[in-house]
């Protein structure tokens, strides 16, 4: 008998969801098949078998949440060898998703296999349901269509379902009905004065979980400050109008942000010490820019890396950043894809941000906000004039990078950004 174990995906992972089962029992499977798909706080991971046999036992069931790392999660009968009776510790974790706590085993399914389109209603209004939400629909004959979601933004959750299955829709968290772990967050909020159900109560999934964890550690351990710098971008944008004429044909198209994250890897190469990070043992300075750049997805934000961006051309940047950024929103990013980088390139241009600080990705020395361009009234030889002007702001660790580094890479940023011919050469 083989045990398969609860995988350890990346190096900090201590427990995951069990997201989806691609084996039942009776099956056989070889080394390399795929069994099953686990989620972490940031992606979901597809778990391949390394040993071969017939599946004799499922110990842990789909949408269980807080499966530790090296837990026992299925069992294998090796060719030829006799099937064992699972030992009552082992058999413990076994649990029908119905059976987990509501808010759990709605983070546990919202991500794994959200649907790339949602099924229309009949005004033509699009059904946003949670994966787990629409397997107990069809299970029990529920029609989606019918039912006002209580989840973000309006998703139906799987308490919907249930309560629509029962006959009235379960009405969204408040005081009165939240379980027992809301039920505190709502007394915290009326001992500052928000009374009971003024509000609805969303709960945290472990993306979210986890990004309030290391934003706050950082903001309260890593000694920071914001440096400004504006930039004009007209001769950026004629470059990025040529290259992308001159790319029709291949069908990359060249963002303002790509030629960004080109500019920042090769501003932390021209500024070496910009591109390091503090550790107790030490100040790493890195030998290539990984330019991470942050993508907002659903429920939160990840930071996939583009690695070595000084070595990459503009197209090649292009292509893996939208490859990347897809597959984030998609949560199929591999540990590595998204862990490390050494600088962090964050934008909100395009939803017309003029200027803002971003919060350290430790262990990176220090992290770009990168603001609209727009028309902006500039002097140039002492005449009034206009220009597209682009705010920037570098917040650093000032345990590596302090003031005079930190002014130092935006001198190289803004020259290579304003004349892109230089990052070229």
């Known amino acids: 008998m083989t045990d398969i174990l609860m995988p350890a995906l990346s190096p900090t992972m201590e427990e995951g969801v069990l997201a989806k089962w691609h084996v039942k029992v009776g099956d056989t499977v070889k080394a390399g098949d795929v069994i099953a798909e686990i989620e972490t706080d940031k992606a979901t991971m597809e778990v391949e078998a390394v040993d071969e046999g017939e599946v004799t036992d499922i110990l842990v069931a789909e949408g269980t949440e807080g499966v530790k790392v090296n837990t026992p999660i299925a069992r294998l009968k090796d060719e030829g060898g006799a099937a064992a009776p699972a030992p009552k510790a082992a058999s413990a974790p076994v649990a029908d998703a119905s059976k987990v706590e509501p808010a759990k085993a709605e983070a546990a399914a919202a991500p794994t296999a959200a649907p790339k389109s949602a099924p229309?209603?009949?005004?033509?209004?699009?059904?946003?349901?949670?994966?787990?939400?629409?397997?107990?629909a069809t299970q029990n004959g529920v029609d989606l269509k019918s039912i006002k979601g209580t989840g973000p933004h309006g998703r139906i959750v799987k308490r919907d379902v249930e309560g629509a299955r029962g006959g009235t829709q379960a009405p969204a968290a408040s005081g009165a009905s939240a379980p027992a772990g809301e039920v505190r967050k709502v007394q915290s909020l009326a001992q500052m004065g928000i009374p009971d159900g003024s509000y609805d109560l969303i709960p945290l999934d472990g993306m979210r979980k986890a990004i309030a964890r290391r934003l706050t550690d950082s903001f309260r351990d890593v000694p920071h400050f914001p440096l400004n710098i504006d930039c004009e971008i007209d001769g950026l944008l004629a470059s990025r109008a040529r290259v992308n004429a001159m790319l029709e044909k291949s069908g990359v198209k060249v963002s303002v942000n790509d030629f960004v994250i080109k500019a920042s890897a090769m501003a932390l190469k021209a500024v070496p010490e910009a591109n390091a990070s503090y550790s107790p043992e030490g100040i790493a300075m890195h030998h290539h820019a990984d330019v991470a750049m942050a993508v907002a997805i659903d429920g939160g934000l990840i930071t996939p890396i583009i690695r070595a961006a000084?070595?990459?051309?503009?197209?090649?940047?292009?292509?893996?950043?939208?490859?990347?950024?897809?597959?984030a929103r998609d949560r199929k990013l591999k540990p590595e894809e998204f862990q490390g980088?050494?600088?962090?390139?964050?934008?909100?241009?395009?939803?017309?941000?003029?200027?803002?600080?971003?919060?350290?990705?430790?262990?990176?020395?220090?992290?770009?906000?990168?603001?609209?361009?727009?028309?902006?009234?500039?002097?140039?030889d002492g005449q009034l004039a206009i220009a597209t002007v682009m705010t920037v702001t570098l917040t650093c660790d000032h345990r590596v990078v302090d003031g005079a580094i930190g002014a130092r890479f935006l001198q190289a940023f803004k020259a290579m950004i304003e004349d892109p011919v230089t990052m070229l050469a």
Do not use: C, H, W, Y
């Open 120 to 136: 229309a209603r009949a005004d033509g209004a699009r059904v946003f349901a949670s994966p787990l939400a629409r397997r107990i």
């Open 310 to 327: 000084e070595t990459k051309s503009l197209s090649q940047i292009a292509t893996e950043s939208r490859d990347l950024a897809k597959r």
């Open 341 to 380: 980088g050494t600088f962090s390139v964050s934008n909100l241009g395009m939803f017309g941000i003029q200027s803002f600080a971003s919060i350290i990705n430790e262990p990176q020395g220090a992290i770009m906000s990168v603001g609209a361009g727009g028309p902006r009234a500039v002097v140039k």
